[in-house]
């Protein structure tokens, strides 16, 4: 375990310091071309030149608060700043994001059940949110579908994020949210991780006092479920019940 968290520590920040230099180096140009003043005559460049440095900072302030909020569960100092969080835009940003990175044709589809909010630290949830529509890509084929639901159950929120990809064992099942655990078999496809995301993705549901739980068939697909208290209120209610 030692020996793996201090691979994973190394290996960790090699890749976060990897992912940085892009974006750096693209505010540098950007910086660098409006400083020229050559675009001072060429509005719309000059727009585009803007958009895409405040992109880039915008970037680099998700990694630094995903290092920040890792380190925070890491040292049990995460503290929770639950609000209400309204759901549809924020998948809607998400499933941009993934359209705009990602190499694969994927098709998304999304579809709410009397529910359009639900009760979150907003950072946590993307993060969640990301970890696993991340997942429903990275163990997908060519062309990956996946569909993100949502419906309001006895005042819980159930979170669905389905997709067609390679599937997961069962008896793998039991051990995916463990820290460091993967599934690797000559069957699967190389694809490069460490094991940890979804473990911090269940304990961060779990700060949230919520659940997740997963269905899959191998060779068909996996269905995340994730289930959240809807409101404040309601959260109080249950605990006094
Ligand atoms: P990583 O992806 O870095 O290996 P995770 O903790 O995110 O780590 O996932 C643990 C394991 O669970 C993965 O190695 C993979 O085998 C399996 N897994 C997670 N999500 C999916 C999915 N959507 N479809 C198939 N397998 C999955």
Same mark, same amino acid.
């Given at each position: 375990?030692?020996?793996?968290?201090?691979?994973?520590?190394?290996?960790?920040?090699?890749?976060?310091?990897?992912?940085?230099?892009?974006?750096?180096?693209?505010?540098?140009?950007?910086?660098?071309?409006?400083?020229?003043? *050559?675009? $001072?005559? =060429?509005?719309? %460049?000059?727009?585009?030149? +803007?958009?895409?440095?405040? #992109?880039?900072?915008?970037?680099?302030?998700?990694?630094?608060?995903?290092?920040?909020?890792?380190?925070?569960?890491? *040292?049990? $100092?995460? =503290?929770?700043? %639950?609000?209400?969080?309204? +759901?549809?835009?924020?998948? #809607?940003?998400?499933?941009?994001?993934?359209?705009?990175?990602?190499?694969?044709?994927?098709?998304f589809s999304k579809a709410f059940h009397h529910c359009n909010s639900v009760y979150a630290d907003a950072f946590c949830l993307r993060e969640i949110l990301s970890n696993l529509i991340d997942n429903a890509i990275k163990y997908s084929g060519d062309s990956p579908h996946i569909q993100i639901t949502a419906e309001e159950r006895n005042g819980?929120?159930?979170?669905?994020?389905?997709?067609?990809?390679?599937?997961?064992?069962?008896?793998?099942?039991?051990?995916?949210?463990?820290?460091?655990?993967?599934?690797?078999?000559?069957?699967?496809?190389?694809?490069?991780?460490?094991?940890?995301?979804?473990?911090?993705?269940?304990?961060?549901?779990?700060?949230?006092?919520?659940?997740?739980?997963?269905?899959?068939?191998?060779?068909?697909?996996?269905?995340?479920?994730?289930?959240?208290?809807?409101?404040?209120?309601?959260?109080?209610?249950?605990?006094?019940?």
């Amino acid at each position: 375990m030692q020996r793996r968290l201090a691979l994973f520590q190394r290996d960790f920040t090699y890749a976060m310091i990897h992912d940085m230099k892009s974006p750096l180096n693209t505010i540098l140009m950007g910086a660098h071309i409006l400083n020229t003043g *050559k675009l $001072e005559e =060429q509005a719309e %460049k000059k727009k585009k030149y +803007l958009q895409a440095i405040s #992109d880039e900072c915008n970037h680099l302030l998700t990694l630094s608060n995903r290092v920040i909020l890792l380190t925070q569960i890491e *040292k049990d $100092e995460l =503290q929770l700043h %639950k609000e209400t969080v309204v +759901l549809e835009p924020l998948i #809607d940003d998400l499933i941009e994001k993934f359209r705009l990175k990602t190499h694969k044709p994927v098709e998304f589809s999304k579809a709410f059940h009397h529910c359009n909010s639900v009760y979150a630290d907003a950072f946590c949830l993307r993060e969640i949110l990301s970890n696993l529509i991340d997942n429903a890509i990275k163990y997908s084929g060519d062309s990956p579908h996946i569909q993100i639901t949502a419906e309001e159950r006895n005042g819980s929120v159930i979170i669905r994020i389905t997709d067609n990809g390679i599937g997961i064992e069962e008896e793998h099942l039991a051990h995916i949210f463990d820290k460091f655990y993967r599934v690797s078999n000559s069957k699967r496809p190389p694809v490069r991780g460490y094991g940890i995301g979804l473990f911090y993705v269940k304990t961060m549901i779990h700060m949230h006092n919520g659940t997740i739980r997963v269905e899959s068939q191998p060779g068909k697909g996996s269905c995340f479920i994730i289930t959240l208290p809807q409101t404040h209120e309601r959260q109080e209610i249950d605990i006094i019940g």
